[in-house]
């Protein structure tokens, strides 16, 4: 089992950066593949990005590609979110989770992972 727990959340005006980072406890880090969520209120919860267990591999939302950029450090046992030029349409929650059983690759479906955390508030003003 891992435990998870998303930081820096926060309100930003359009066009800032902000960077998420989420930290895992409980088994074997690199065991798991990484990858990003969100949840507008009203809406169902989307995919934003992955990254495969060593991080050689990385997917991206069409919404967010080339503005957004995941990454891993699996000696430190954290994904980040680095995410530039924000638009008032990234207003979401923010969720990590960790897909176990993706050997190579990434999932962009939800219910590929197997632990999530508990969220973070990312709000971006116009």
């Known amino acids: 089992q891992v435990q998870l727990v998303e930081s820096g959340g926060g309100l930003v005006q359009a066009g800032d950066s902000l960077r998420l980072a989420c930290a895992a406890s409980?088994?074997?880090?690199?065991?798991?593949?990484m990858g990003w969520f969100r949840q507008a209120p009203g809406k169902e919860r989307e995919f934003v990005a992955a990254?495969?267990?060593?991080?050689?591999?990385?997917n991206y939302a069409v919404s967010v590609k080339g503005r957004f950029t995941i990454s891993r450090d699996n000696a430190k046992n954290t994904v980040s979110l680095q995410m530039n030029s924000l638009k008032p349409e990234d207003t979401a929650v923010y969720y990590c989770a960790a897909d176990g059983s993706t050997d190579r690759g990434t999932q962009v479906q939800s219910v590929a992972y197997n632990y999530w955390g508990q969220g973070t508030q990312v709000t971006v003003s116009s």
């Open positions: 409980g088994r074997t880090f690199s065991f798991y593949a």
């Open positions: 990254i495969s267990r060593s991080g050689g591999l990385r």
